[in-house]
C-alpha cells in the first residue's frame, strides 16, 4: 500500500540514503533496524513528510505523494518522547487533534481506544502524573483517534522497561491487526524488531541490508552484516542469560 521508489538523501554532502527501493504491505508491522546515524529515523521522517527526499519518489495505494505536505499525507507519527502536552491532562491529550476534525473520531470510537488501551482511571491526570507507559499509550490514543493511514512509531519502547514493554508491544500487534493498520517501527534493539515484526527492514551504510521476515532473518541470514549486526547480538544474549540460569536458578520450582 505504500511504496519508497529509489529514495535519496544527504546532510551536508554525506549520502545518509542512497536509492532505497521498499514496499509495505496493508496492515503489517515493519521494524527498521541498523546502526546509530544509519538513516532510521530519517526514513520515517520521509515517509511522513517531515523532511524531503533530495529524490525518488513515495507512492500511497499508487498515488505519488512526493509532494503531498505532511499534514495530508494521512500519516501520523508517535516520537521517542511523545510529544505530549504537559498543561492538558491525558484526555485532553487524546482528543486535542479532534479539535479541528470533528466528526473524524466519534465520542464511542474514543471511548473504545481507551479501553483497549486500559486508560480509563488516567484520563483527569496531568502527565506529569503518568508513568513511562501510560505516557506512551496516551500518546498512541492521541495518534490513533486521528485514523492515521500509517503509523509511524520512532522508538516506541526504549523508555519502558520489562513488563511494560511486553505489554506495549502486545498492543501494537493488538492495534495494527484490529484497525488493519500499516505500523512502521524504528528500533535499536534486535530482540525489539524480530518478535514484533511482520517483516524486518535492515538499513545499513545507506542501502537496504535485509528485508525479511524475522524467520527467514535467523534461519537464513541474507549476509555478513545481519549475522554479525543481529544474530551475534542475540546469541550472547543468550548465552549471558543462559549462564545466568546455570549459576543461580532464578525460580525454585516445585
Ligand atoms: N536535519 C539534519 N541535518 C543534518 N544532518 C542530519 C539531520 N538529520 C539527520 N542527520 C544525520 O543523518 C544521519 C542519520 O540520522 P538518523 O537520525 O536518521 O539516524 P538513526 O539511524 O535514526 O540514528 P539513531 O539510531 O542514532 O537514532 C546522522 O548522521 C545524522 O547526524
Same mark, same amino acid.
Given at each position: 500500500m505504500l511504496k519508497l521508489e529509489k529514495i535519496k538523501k544527504g546532510f551536508d554532502k554525506k549520502?545518509? #540514503?542512497?536509492e532505497i527501493s521498499l514496499d509495505f504491505r496493508e496492515g503489517e508491522i515493519v521494524t527498521i533496524l541498523g546502526p546509530s546515524g544509519s538513516g532510521k529515523t530519517t526514513i520515517l521522517n520521509i515517509i511522513l513528510g517531515l523532511i524531503q527526499a533530495d529524490e525518488g519518489r513515495i507512492l500511497l495505494r499508487g498515488e505519488d505523494v512526493t509532494d503531498v505536505p505532511m499534514e495530508k499525507r494521512g500519516f501520523n507519527i508517535v516520537f521517542q518522547d511523545y510529544g505530549l502536552f504537559p498543561h492538558l491532562n491525558a484526555y485532553k491529550n487524546i482528543v486535542y487533534g479532534l479539535k479541528n476534525n470533528t466528526g473524524l473520531c466519534s465520542v464511542d470510537e474514543v471511548n473504545d481506544l481507551i479501553k483497549l488501551l486500559e486508560l480509563e482511571e488516567h484520563l483527569d491526570k496531568r502527565i506529569t502524573e503518568l508513568s513511562g507507559g501510560q505516557k506512551q499509550r496516551v500518546a498512541f490514543a492521541r495518534t490513533l483517534v486521528m485514523k492515521p493511514q500509517v503509523l509511524l512509531l520512532d522508538e516506541? #519502547?526504549?523508555a519502558l522497561d520489562g513488563v511494560i514493554k511486553e505489554s506495549i508491544k502486545e498492543r501494537i500487534k493488538q492495534i495494527a491487526r484490529e484497525f488493519k493498520l500499516t505500523t512502521i517501527i524504528v528500533t535499536h534493539d534486535p530482540e525489539e524488531a524480530l518478535t514484533l515484526a511482520d517483516r524486518v527492514l535492515i538499513i545499513n551504510e545507506g542501502k537496504v541490508a535485509a528485508y525479511a521476515t524475522p524467520e527467514e532473518l535467523i534461519h537464513t541470514p541474507q549476509c555478513d552484516f545481519v549475522n554479525q549486526f543481529i544474530l551475534r547480538q542475540l546469541e550472547i544474549k543468550r548465552q549471558n542469560i543462559g549462564q545466568l540460569f546455570t549459576n543461580t536458578p532464578l525460580l525454585q520450582v516445585g
Open positions: 549520502t545518509i #540514503l542512497d516506541p #519502547l526504549s
